[in-house]
């Protein structure tokens, strides 16, 4: 079965795809290069839900809970 899948290219030139992919091991792939540049920014769901998530994880309470994986100094 031939499935296309979106991905982007960063500027070190490795290829990055957008969403999972479960394969059996030896599979081809093609990488076609296409004429415009990706918004990669779009397609970051940690970067999109960042502000929202912030909220929680930057309360006291949330430190509080996560200081044993601390490293004392």
Same mark, same amino acid.
Request: aromatic share 4%; hydrophobic share 40%.
């Given at each position: 079965?031939?499935?296309? &899948?979106? !991905?982007?290219?960063?500027? !070190?030139?490795?290829?990055? +795809?957008?969403?999972?992919?479960?394969?059996?091991?030896?599979?081809?792939? &093609?990488?076609?290069?296409?004429?415009?540049?990706?918004?990669?920014?779009?397609?970051?769901?940690? +970067?999109?839900?960042?502000?929202?998530?912030?909220?929680?994880?930057?309360?006291?309470?949330?430190?509080?809970?996560?200081?044993?994986?601390? +490293?004392?100094?």
């Amino acid at each position: 079965m031939i499935q296309t &899948l979106e !991905a982007v290219i960063d500027s !070190a030139g490795r290829v990055r +795809l957008l969403e999972d992919v479960s394969l059996p091991k030896g599979h081809r792939a &093609l990488v076609t290069v296409l004429d415009e540049a990706a918004d990669v920014g779009t397609y970051e769901p940690a +970067l999109l839900s960042e502000e929202s998530l912030a909220e929680d994880w930057l309360r006291p309470e949330e430190d509080e809970v996560w200081s044993h994986l601390q +490293l004392e100094r």
